[in-house]
Each structure stands twice: as structure tokens, then as C-alpha cells.
């Protein structure tokens, strides 16, 4: 099982993937992009493999667009959704045959220079989304136990090592919720303009940040827990009661006797 995450930040980008499902393609001076994927493994590596070397030829005369040469992220996703139709074409009818589904998804993000940074969704069809000031990240795989802190932590503004912080959180809830999801944990870190890194780790059960984060959250999480007054049910002095009348729907009717009914 899979869980990724990318993050779009006005200061950066975080990436974050497990299982050697990440690529980093970095060109210092010019761009710097990373690749994360779930879904067949076989056809997620096919596409790594094609993407690099795969061209986009609009015009019989024009000069072929590749992920190394684009002049945009747009351009480079669009690359990326030919390398995606180029293995459709190759292995999908097979894969058909023996019953398997073409399922890839990937999120691509990263920096061309010449622009901001951009952050796409991309799916099985090559077709693609981008990231927005609404939706400043995408997921992919096992992502339900990992999506409530991004919602309530990320924004575009959010700082880059906060932002990190906050996709290990993530991971970190994930790995508590899914035994099929764990270490290690690949960790790419890219700050805006600078079109390479050397923000890149490997995080096994031995980290001492991941230990002292997973320990901290859990611990704060219970105080947090603990903290919350208990609901009354008895009609108890309290400030916040529970038993009280709705304002737009009655409490639940019981049925008592065969004969009667909810309407």
C-alpha cells in the first residue's frame, strides 16, 4: 500500500513518499522536479523510465519537448502525460488481457526557471490537475489518516520546515492507522530558486526526529484529548451542555412497539 504527499508553499515545496516510490530530477541552474507514484508498480516504473527520455512532438518541424528542455512545469506535465499514453499503448491491451487494470497516479511538482513553482495531480488518461491557492496539496494512496492535519495546518503561506513537520506528522498517522503503510520514508525538501537540493534523507525506525515526533505527537495529542470536558448526560452544572434541543432537527425517534413507525 502506498500514502504520498506533496505540499505547494508561496516559500517552497515538500515532497514526501515511501518505499523508493520518489524521483528527483535536477538540473541546478534550470529545474528541479520530483516525481512521486502510486498504483501498479509496473506501470508506475515504465513510466519513470519512459518519462525521462520521452518526447512531445507538436510539429513536424518543431524541436521535440522533453521534461529536460520544457520551458514550463504545464509543459513538463504534459510530457509526463505522454509518457503515460506511451506505456497505455504499449502494455494496456496485455494488462486488459490478464485482468489487470491500467492504474497509475502520480503528482508531479517542482521549478523550471523562468517561473514559480507548480504542483500537478496527474492521472491514468495523462490528464492532470494543478494545484491552487484552495488546495495547496495533493495525496495519493492511503491517504484518509493523513489528510486531517494537512487541512487544518496547510496553507500556501505556511513555512517550509513547518510545512515538512506537518507531512511527517501526516505520515506519521498514517503509519499509526495502516500497518500496510511503513518506514522508511523518503523525505525531499526544495526551497523556491534554487533549482536543486541537498535537502534529502532516508527516515528508518532509528531517526531521531521521527522518534521524538512520533512520541510528542501521540503524547500530545492525548493531553489535547484529556482536556476536553466530558459530555454531561444527566443535566450536570456545565457550560457546554450536550443535551439540549437542535435547532434544525428533533433527537432520533425510537420504536417501542411493532406497530409503530419513523413516518
Not at 498504483?39 to 523510465?49: F, K, Y
Request: glycine letters at 6%; aromatic letters at 8%.
Amino acid at each position: 500500500m502506498t500514502y504520498c504527499v506533496a505540499i505547494k508553499l508561496n516559500a517552497g515545496l515538500d515532497q514526501i513518499n515511501t518505499f523508493r516510490k520518489m524521483i528527483v530530477y535536477e538540473k541546478p541552474d534550470d529545474r528541479f522536479m520530483v516525481l512521486l507514484s502510486a498504483g501498479n508498480l509496473s506501470i508506475s516504473q515504465s513510466v519513470r523510465e519512459i518519462l525521462q527520455i520521452e518526447q512531445l512532438k507538436e510539429r513536424p518541424d518543431g524541436e521535440p519537448i522533453t521534461i529536460w528542455n520544457a520551458k514550463s512545469m504545464f509543459d513538463a506535465a504534459r510530457v509526463l502525460g505522454s509518457a503515460i499514453r506511451h506505456v497505455h499503448d504499449r502494455d494496456g491491451e496485455a494488462l486488459q488481457q490478464s485482468g489487470v487494470e491500467f492504474n497509475v497516479s502520480l503528482i508531479f511538482g517542482g521549478q523550471i526557471k523562468g517561473e514559480g513553482m507548480r504542483l500537478f495531480q496527474v492521472y491514468s488518461a495523462g490528464n492532470f490537475i494543478e494545484a491552487t491557492l484552495e488546495t495547496p496539496f495533493f495525496q495519493l494512496g492511503e491517504s484518509k489518516y493523513g489528510k486531517p492535519v494537512l487541512d487544518r495546518v496547510i496553507t500556501p503561506e505556511t513555512p517550509l520546515d513547518e510545512a515538512a513537520k506537518c507531512a511527517l506528522v501526516s505520515m506519521d498517522s498514517t503509519l499509526k492507522s495502516n500497518l500496510s503503510v511503513g518506514l522508511p520514508l523518503d523525505l525531499v525538501v526544495y526551497e523556491a530558486n534554487r533549482f536543486e537540493t541537498d535537502k534529502v534523507v532516508c527516515i528508518d525506525e532509528n531517526n531521531p526526529y521521527f522518534q521524538m515526533m512520533h512520541n510528542s505527537w501521540g503524547q500530545k495529542l492525548r493531553e489535547v484529548f484529556d482536556s476536553i470536558e466530558d459530555p454531561m448526560w444527566k443535566g450536570e452544572q456545565t457550560n457546554v451542555p450536550l443535551m439540549v434541543e437542535g435547532s434544525r432537527a428533533k433527537p432520533l425517534k425510537k420504536i417501542r412497539t411493532p406497530d409503530e413507525r419513523l413516518i
